[in-house]
């Protein structure tokens, strides 16, 4: 495990986006595994930076998102599918065929997770998995509990994510109580993941995940046994562990 600190927000995404713009020089098909959220907004801006002045292409990438909310449309301004349209695919060269985002608007759990996960093993298995890092030490929907969850699967949200996304919503009502995900197993399929994380907040969890022990209450600790994880987070998100080094 690589473990970067940035000096700040600007610095972590721009040395997160080099690292996702190496791999589409190396390889331009490549299959990349995305996340939503505040955190990687700001990486996504160098990618499309990047685009425009010709440096990278996403023509012939895939992508497969972590995770969206059961219950909502892809149009939804709150779904993940429009997150990531607003904040990468409308601004960049990729074919949004080629995107793929678990379908929220399907009721039938069973069938959406399995078609996901049947989908990410036909395209090959993912190139490069972007992660965030919850506060409490989730990734993608992946909460933490007694066991890692293996495959795509639908989660019921804590109340804690639930009032963290409440800020995003009219009300808290108004936030789905599920979600389909990526299971841990699936994660840890990828070839390389790169994890971003940033905030004062985010100082103690980061070195819970990253130094402390491997167990499924903190979900993301799973990650310290993959054999290829880039750990990026300002210095805010790096002031407990760099001390741990």
Same mark, same amino acid.
């Given at each position: 495990? $690589?473990?970067? +600190?940035?000096?700040?927000? $600007?610095?972590?995404?721009?040395?997160?986006?080099?690292?996702?713009?190496?791999?589409?020089?190396?390889?331009?098909?490549?299959?990349?595994?995305?996340? &939503?959220?505040? &955190?990687?907004?700001?990486?996504? @801006?160098?990618?499309?930076?990047?685009?425009?002045?010709?440096?990278?292409?996403?023509?012939?990438?895939?992508?497969?998102?972590?995770?969206?909310?059961? *219950?909502?449309? *892809?149009?939804?301004?709150?779904?993940?599918?429009? #997150?990531?349209?607003?904040?990468? #695919?409308?601004?960049?060269?990729?074919?949004?065929?080629? &995107?793929?985002?678990?379908?929220?608007?399907?009721?039938?759990?069973?069938?959406?997770? @399995?078609?996901?996960?049947?989908?990410?093993?036909?395209?090959?298995?993912? %190139?490069?998995?972007?992660?965030?890092?919850?506060?409490?030490?989730?990734?993608? #929907?992946?909460?933490?509990?007694?066991? #890692?969850?293996?495959?795509?699967?639908?989660?019921?949200? &804590?109340?804690?994510?639930?009032?963290?996304?409440?800020?995003?919503? %009219?009300?808290?009502? %108004?936030?789905?109580?599920?979600?389909?995900?990526?299971?841990?197993?699936? +994660?840890?399929?990828?070839?390389?993941?790169?994890?971003?994380?940033? =905030?004062?907040?985010?100082?103690?969890?980061?070195? %819970?995940?990253?130094? =402390?022990?491997?167990?499924?209450?903190?979900?993301?600790?799973?990650?310290?046994?993959?054999?290829?994880?880039?750990? +990026?987070?300002?210095?805010?998100?790096?002031?407990?562990?760099?001390?741990?080094?």
């Amino acid at each position: 495990m $690589q473990i970067v +600190i940035a000096s700040d927000y $600007q610095e972590m995404s721009r040395k997160a986006a080099d690292v996702i713009a190496g791999l589409l020089r190396n390889k331009p098909d490549a299959i990349l595994g995305l996340a &939503t959220g505040s &955190t990687p907004i700001g990486l996504y @801006a160098e990618l499309v930076k990047d685009c425009e002045a010709g440096l990278i292409s996403f023509k012939d990438v895939e992508s497969f998102n972590l995770d969206e909310y059961r *219950g909502l449309e *892809g149009t939804h301004d709150q779904s993940y599918r429009y #997150f990531m349209n607003q904040n990468l #695919f409308d601004h960049v060269d990729i074919d949004k065929a080629r &995107t793929h985002v678990p379908d929220g608007s399907n009721p039938d759990s069973d069938a959406a997770c @399995a078609s996901y996960e049947a989908a990410i093993a036909q395209a090959g298995g993912v %190139d490069l998995q972007l992660l965030g890092l919850g506060h409490n030490g989730h990734v993608g #929907f992946n909460e933490p509990a007694d066991h #890692f969850p293996v495959d795509t699967h639908i989660v019921d949200l &804590t109340e804690s994510t639930i009032n963290a996304n409440s800020r995003l919503f %009219d009300s808290i009502d %108004d936030v789905p109580r599920q979600a389909y995900t990526m299971g841990i197993g699936t +994660i840890m399929k990828a070839r390389s993941i790169l994890v971003v994380a940033n =905030g004062t907040d985010k100082a103690q969890i980061v070195a %819970d995940a990253f130094c =402390g022990p491997v167990v499924p209450q903190v979900p993301a600790s799973v990650l310290q046994l993959h054999p290829s994880v880039t750990v +990026i987070v300002d210095a805010e998100a790096g002031s407990i562990i760099k001390d741990r080094l």
